[in-house]
C-alpha cells in the first residue's frame, strides 16, 4: 500500500519502457483514479505499478501497467493487477478494459481478459504547416456525445484534458491534445461523422504539425485509418485491446482514443 504515490518513480517506469507520458499525465491519471493507483515498493522506490480507473460503474480503464526491468520475472505486475482489479469489483465495476503490448498479453490473458480487438498507435513526423484555426468548448451536447460514445460517463477525465487544448466543432465532434514525452497526442477524437473528425485533426495540426504527433486508433476502424494515413501519420506499434466482465464493443464515433492508459 502506497500512501504518498511517487511521481518521479513512476515517471521513470514509463520512461524506462520508452512510452510517451510526462510527468503531468501521471499526476492527471493518479488524481483521477485516486485510490485505484497501485504499486510495489522496494529499498524504498516504485518498482511495479499499475492504475484502475473507473468510469462510474459501467466500465473501468486498466493503465500503467509497468514492472522495472531489474524486477520483471517475479509477478509483481500479477500481484499489483490483482490489487487493481479487487479494488474495481469492491467498487461493483461491470466491466473492465484495457490496451495490451505484447509483454503484457500473457499477465492479463492469465487473469481472465480475453481479446477484442487490435489497436494501434500512429505517428506523424514534424512537417512545416501553415494557418491556424479557432479551438470550440466542452459543452453539455458534446459531453452527451462522448456517453454516447464511449458507453460511461468519463467527463471528469474530458474536462481535465479540456484545459490542456481542446478542439469543438459544436454538436458535431470535439477532439483534446496534450503534449507527450516524445510527441504531441492527439486524441480523445470524437465525432459524428468523418469529415468532422478530418476538421479536428486538421485544427490540431494546424497548430502542431510542424511537431512529431501521435494518435492511437482501432485497427478496423477504416474511417479513422484513411483519416489517419492521409494525414501523414503511419502506425508505429500495435497493441491488443482486451476486456473482462460485460463487453461493449468500441463506438464508431471514437475515432481516436484518449490513450493507452485511459481508453
Ligand atoms: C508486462 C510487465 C508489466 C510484466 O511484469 P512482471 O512483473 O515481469 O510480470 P509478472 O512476473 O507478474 O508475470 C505475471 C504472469 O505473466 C507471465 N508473464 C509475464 N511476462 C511474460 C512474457 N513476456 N511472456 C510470457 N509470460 C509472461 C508470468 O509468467 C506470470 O505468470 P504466472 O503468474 O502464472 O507465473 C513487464 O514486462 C513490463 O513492465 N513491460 C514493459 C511495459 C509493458 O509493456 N507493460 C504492459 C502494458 S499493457
Not at 510526462?22 to 492527471?28: L, M, N
Not at 506523424?124 to 459531453?143: C, I, K, M
Not at 466543432?169 to 468532422?196: L, N, Q
Amino acid at each position: 500500500m502506497i500512501t504518498r504515490f511517487p511521481i518521479d518513480d513512476a515517471l521513470a517506469l514509463s520512461t524506462q519502457a520508452g512510452w510517451n507520458q510526462t510527468r503531468d499525465d501521471w499526476i492527471r491519471l493518479v488524481s483521477l483514479a485516486g485510490d485505484g493507483v497501485k504499486g510495489v515498493m522496494d529499498g524504498g522506490r516504485l518498482v511495479s505499478t499499475a492504475t484502475g480507473l473507473a468510469y462510474g460503474t459501467d466500465l473501468a480503464w486498466i493503465g500503467m501497467v509497468l514492472t522495472e526491468e531489474a524486477h520483471r520475472g517475479r509477478g509483481l505486475a500479477r500481484r499489483v493487477m490483482r490489487d487493481v482489479l479487487d479494488d474495481l469489483e469492491r467498487r461493483g465495476v461491470r466491466c473492465v478494459k484495457l490496451d495490451a503490448t505484447e509483454l503484457g498479453r500473457p499477465v492479463y490473458l492469465k487473469l481472465g481478459f480475453r481479446e477484442e480487438c487490435a489497436i494501434s498507435r500512429w505517428r506523424r513526423e514534424a512537417r512545416a504547416v501553415q494557418a491556424a484555426t479557432s479551438d470550440g468548448f466542452l459543452d453539455a451536447e458534446l459531453l452527451a456525445l462522448d456517453g454516447e460514445a464511449f458507453g460511461a460517463d468519463r467527463s471528469p477525465l474530458l474536462r481535465s484534458l479540456a484545459e490542456v487544448e481542446g478542439h469543438a466543432i459544436p454538436g458535431s465532434g470535439f477532439a483534446m491534445a496534450r503534449p507527450g514525452r516524445t510527441a504531441t497526442f492527439f486524441g480523445p477524437c470524437v465525432a459524428r461523422d468523418a469529415e468532422a473528425a478530418r476538421q479536428l485533426l486538421a485544427s490540431f495540426l494546424a497548430r502542431h504539425g510542424s511537431e512529431p504527433t501521435m494518435l492511437d486508433l482501432c485497427d478496423d476502424h477504416a474511417a479513422a485509418v484513411s483519416m489517419a494515413s492521409d494525414a501523414g501519420f503511419a502506425p508505429v506499434r500495435r497493441l491488443t485491446r482486451m476486456v473482462r466482465g460485460d463487453s461493449k464493443d468500441t463506438s464508431p464515433l471514437i475515432y481516436t482514443c484518449a490513450g493507452f492508459e485511459f481508453g
